[in-house]
């Protein structure tokens, strides 16, 4: 699918606002990709279609995630969690997008998981790095993201389960278990 295609599609789904942020986030990942030699066609529709089900209803996201055999633990966290792994069931249904490398790219991109491909990796860290975002702590992360990807995904969560744990908020475990095997097969 071309990138105007795809930009049409994704722009009935979201405010302007994420619109605007998902545009930013394409940027992001078709750079990173650039510097770490990622497929940057996947790159560029994985960022573009991954808020998809952003604003779809919670009951609804609620019923994919039941219907398809989803992880049902999804549903015992913060429902901001739910919209990767549903945004990929519906990219793949309402798109036509078969390609489960570029899928798994939307599935992942709010919690990660352990053996994160290249892929995966870009498009989380171009999600949270994006030019639009402003928060404390993004611009370190970019200055690491020019050297190292990893380091650069191990402070970006750092940084959100420190977030998380100062607002009393759950961890999806996948997230500590996705910082863990970064932690553990960091190549300095």
């Known amino acids: 699918m071309d990138r105007n295609l795809a930009l ?4 009935d789904q979201l405010t302007e606002h994420r619109y605007n942020h998902t545009l930013g986030v394409m940027e992001s990942a078709i750079a990173l990709a650039k510097r770490y030699g990622a497929d940057e066609k996947k790159a560029e529709l ?5 808020d998809y089900a952003k604003f779809r209803p919670k009951e609804e996201m609620k019923q994919h995630i039941i219907d398809q055999g989803m992880p049902v633990e999804l549903l015992r966290y913060n429902s901001e969690l739910w919209h990767a792994p549903v945004g990929a069931f519906l990219v793949h249904k309402e ?3 078969e390609d489960e490398e570029i899928l798994d790219a939307i599935r992942y991109h709010t919690s990660g998981r352990v053996g994160m491909t290249l892929l995966e990796k870009v498009i989380y860290l171009a999600d949270y790095i994006e030019p639009g975002r402003h928060f404390p702590g993004v611009e370190e992360v970019r200055e690491i993201a020019k050297t190292s990807l990893d ?11 420190f977030f998380l744990m100062k607002k009393d908020q759950p961890i999806f475990p996948a997230t500590f278990n996705t910082y863990n095997d970064l932690i553990m097969n960091l190549e300095d």
Do not use: M, P
């Not at 049409?8 to 722009?11: A, D, E, G, I």
């Not at 994985?46 to 991954?50: G, L, R």
């Not at 380091?151 to 389960?161: D, E, P, R």
């Open 151 to 161: 380091h650069a995904l191990i402070k970006s969560i750092q940084n959100t389960i």
């Open 46 to 50: 994985a960022a573009i279609f991954h």
């Open 95 to 97: 798109a036509g997008i």
């Open 8 to 11: 049409l599609k994704v722009k």
